[in-house]
Structure formats: structure tokens, C-alpha cells
T-cell receptor, first 112, second 113 residues
Framework: DADVTQTPRNRITKTGKRIMLECSQT?????MYWYRQDPGLGLRLIYY???????NKGEISDGYSVSRQAQAKFSLSLESAIPNQTALYFC???????????FGSGTQLSVL | GESVGLHLPTLSVQEGDNSIINCAYS??????FIWYKQESGKGPQFIID?????DKRQGQRVTVLLNKTVKHLSLQIAATQPGDSAVYFC????????????FGKGTLLTVNP
């Protein structure tokens, strides 16, 4: 079983719709992250959480929100999706001792 | 015209050869560097890391070299295999005491049998 599980794997939605991407982990890590990947670009950080009561904005948080429901669960929401949010989204975890990230398999989101 | 940023640098090697993937990092204060491998359809996977107080670190078939003078990082893969075909990213801890892991755009490695 995957240590970091993202659902759904693929999603097509329309402009203006609200959408939630979910992430769960069995690694027991405190820290969780949401990244976005666009073709030819590096991974960019959307939000991160160092524990259940901690939420921080990353470099591209506009248009997104997150919820840390439990140590093992971290969801990403697009309140009103727009086409330039079409991208591959990754959830990741790390323990508190370093920067080594463990990524999920990604969610390919298309906003029409 | 086309945007250079949409095209990844590519490296094509023959199976069995050694591969060297290069990365220039941006922040001279960065103190931790990581290499990730991303296969098609999968999330990035940790390969090896190195702290700024080291110049070289070896893993299984991989070696990372750090040259802080010119802010350059390289990943060497020995005896490259078809399973090594992937996009390779470097990342640097560029935020000091704050969390900021900056990823490079990646290099596509293709291994020819």
C-alpha cells in the first residue's frame, strides 16, 4: 500500500466549480505539503502544515485553501476553479528532522 | 517563438555508461540539497541528499557532488540502466530557518538499450 495516497488520481472540472483534493498518509509524519507541477517548471509550494494546528501559505497560495483534519489527512481546495489551475498536484510528507519529502502519486486536474 | 522554460534539458546515454546531471542553485546561503527522481506518471522519489558542509556523498550507484564556490550540484549515476530513465530534480533549502525548498526545473534522462 502507498504511504502517501492522493484522491482522485484524475479530475476534470469546469470553471467556477469548487473542488477538493484529498491526501492521507500512513508514514506517521507531522509535516504535510501541497505542491503544484506544471510542464517544464519546478515544483511550487501551495501550502504546508507542520502539525495539525499549523497551516502556512507557500509561494502560490492564492485561489487555494487547505484543511488539516488529522495528522494523517491534509486536503486542498479550489474554491472557484479557473483554467490556469490546470496542473499536476502532489501531496508530500516529511518528518520533523529534515527536508526529505515523500510524495504521493499526484492528482491531474483539468479545469475547462 | 517557443518558450525555453517549457522544454526540459535532456540527457541521452547508452545503457552501462555513466550519467552526470547538473544543477545550478540560486542561494549561496542554502545549506541542504536533495536530488529527486520522477518517473512518468509517478511522484518524485528521494535519491540522495547532501549538506553544505560536505563536498561529496555516495549512495548505491549514485554520487552527489557539491561545489559551493560556483553554486553547482551534480548527480552521477554509475552504470546507467533503462530503469534510470526519468526526470531528475535538484532542490535546495533556500529559506534558512524558514521553510523554503526550491526545486529546479529538472533534467530528462533517457537511457538507450
Amino acid at each position: 500500500d502507498a504511504d502517501v495516497t492522493q484522491t482522485p488520481r484524475n479530475r476534470i472540472t469546469k470553471t467556477g466549480k469548487r473542488i477538493m483534493l484529498e491526501c492521507s498518509q500512513t508514514k506517521g509524519h507531522d509535516r504535510m505539503y501541497w505542491y503544484r507541477q506544471d510542464p517544464g517548471l519546478g515544483l511550487r509550494l501551495i501550502y504546508y502544515s507542520f502539525d495539525v494546528k499549523d497551516i502556512n501559505k507557500g509561494e502560490i497560495s492564492d485561489g487555494y485553501s487547505v484543511s488539516r483534519q488529522a495528522q494523517a489527512k491534509f486536503s486542498l481546495s479550489l474554491e472557484s476553479a479557473i483554467p490556469n489551475q490546470t496542473a499536476l498536484y502532489f501531496c508530500a510528507t516529511s518528518d520533523s528532522t529534515g527536508w526529505k519529502l515523500f510524495f504521493g502519486s499526484g492528482t491531474q486536474l483539468s479545469v475547462l | 517563438g517557443e518558450s525555453v522554460g517549457l522544454h526540459l534539458p535532456t540527457l541521452s546515454v547508452q545503457e552501462g555508461d555513466n550519467s552526470i546531471i547538473n544543477c545550478a542553485y540560486s542561494n549561496s546561503a542554502s545549506d541542504y540539497f536533495i536530488w529527486y527522481k520522477q518517473e512518468s506518471g509517478k511522484g518524485p522519489q528521494f535519491i540522495i541528499d547532501i549538506r553544505s558542509n560536505m563536498d561529496k556523498r555516495q549512495g548505491q550507484r549514485v554520487t552527489v557532488l557539491l561545489n559551493k564556490t560556483v553554486k553547482h550540484l551534480s548527480l552521477q549515476i554509475a552504470a546507467t540502466q533503462p530503469g534510470d530513465s526519468a526526470v531528475y530534480f535538484c532542490a535546495e533549502n533556500s529559506g534558512g530557518s524558514n521553510y523554503k525548498l526550491t526545486f529546479g526545473k529538472g533534467t530528462l534522462l533517457t537511457v538507450n538499450p
